[in-house]
């Protein structure tokens, strides 16, 4: 892999979160992290409050890249059909023939899916892992790209379903909005209290733009070091004394090619220990649970992963005679 390739890739990257960020304002780490997740071939959780932006998000990454997308609005009626397709009688033919449902497309916005029952939820398992729909005993595969971008509000509020834990685990990470600033608020104020700039903004990638991008970011190199550290951080949640369910294997693979990306978006092509350690919280976060205990005593699963990370060796810098 050649320098020009990483600093394409790194240019690519940072124009496609630029673009996004004409609507999305002051939220920058945010977008790249979802960018990130699209060109590591992995889904994202965006939950928060009704009202800042996530939603609107989901649609401005779709809309700065050139590729077909969807959205699929989760209510507690919506059947596993609506969203995979259903087999209609066709007259002329004398025989079924599979209507693809909104699944079927490079970047599908699922709008509070938390709102959907867990059998509509079940229904994207097989799409989210193997990029594929089996219907009436035949399976069809999923265009490439492929990511599914789910929007969620906090299970305290009324009308959601918790999401089963072997679809939180295909989620590569969760990341989350909040409120903007002041200033920031100001400048949205400014910006789209007559009209939205969402509705302006245009192309600035292709799908085969993403898909080079993804071919780049693979050869990005991961020393023997940063591979230990990644495993031993998720081996550190599964015998921390507050945590009830640690991070699967499938975690540390999602942490690995994150940070591949990561480091491509910053112009290198080797992974630092640093961008394990940033990538961390979203990648673990959500897929793990804390005994009832430290729930009761107030603790975060953020604050349990930042101390298992604050006592772990980290590894010296890597070079790059040494990355692999």
């Known amino acids: 892999m050649s320098g020009a390739e990483i600093d394409w890739f790194s240019r690519r990257f940072h124009e496609i979160a630029s673009n996004v960020e004409r609507v999305i ?17 992995g889904h994202v959780i965006v939950e928060d409050v009704p009202g800042v932006g996530k939603t609107l998000l989901a649609k401005s990454l779709a809309r700065s890249i050139e590729c077909e997308s969807s959205r699929i609005q989760f209510t507690p009626d919506l059947l596993p059909s609506d969203v ?7 007259r002329q033919r ?8 909104p699944i079927f497309s490079n970047i599908v916005i699922g709008d509070e899916i938390n709102r959907a029952s867990p059998k509509t939820q079940a229904a994207m398992l097989e799409a989210m892992e193997e990029r594929q729909v089996t219907y009436d005993g035949v399976t069809r595969p999923l265009e490439t790209p492929f990511m599914v971008i789910a ?18 685990d295909r989620f590569m990470m969760r990341v989350e ?13 400014d910006t789209h209290g007559v009209r939205s700039t969402y509705l302006d903004l245009m192309p600035v990638a292709t ?3 993403v898909l080079a991008m993804v071919e780049v970011a693979q050869t990005v190199g991961v020393s023997e070091p940063v591979k230990h550290y990644i495993i031993d951080i998720v081996e550190a949640t599964r015998s921390h004394p507050d945590i009830l369910l640690g991070a699967s294997t499938r975690a540390a693979l999602f942490l690995l090619r994150l940070s591949r990306v990561w480091a491509a978006a910053a112009g290198r092509d080797f992974v630092l220990p640093d961008d394990v350690k940033q990538l961390a919280v979203p990648v673990l976060a959500h897929r793990m649970a804390l005994r009832p205990e430290a729930v009761i005593r107030g603790s975060e699963m953020s604050q349990v992963i930042a101390e298992i990370l604050d006592h772990l060796e980290v590894p010296g810098t890597v070079s790059r005679s040494t990355a692999s």
Do not use: M
């Open 207 to 209: 799908a085969k733009d």
């Open 94 to 101: 004398g025989e079924f023939t599979f209507k693809p449902g």
């Open 151 to 168: 929007t969620q509000n906090p299970l305290e509020h009324e009308g959601t379903y918790p999401l089963p834990e072997a679809q939180l």
């Open 177 to 189: 909005l909040g409120y903007p600033s002041h200033a920031t608020t100001l400048e949205i104020l």
């Open 25 to 41: 304002q002051g939220k920058r780490t945010v977008i790249d992290l979802v960018l990130a997740c699209l060109l590591a071939e």
């Open 84 to 90: 995979t397709g259903v087999s209609v009688w066709d």
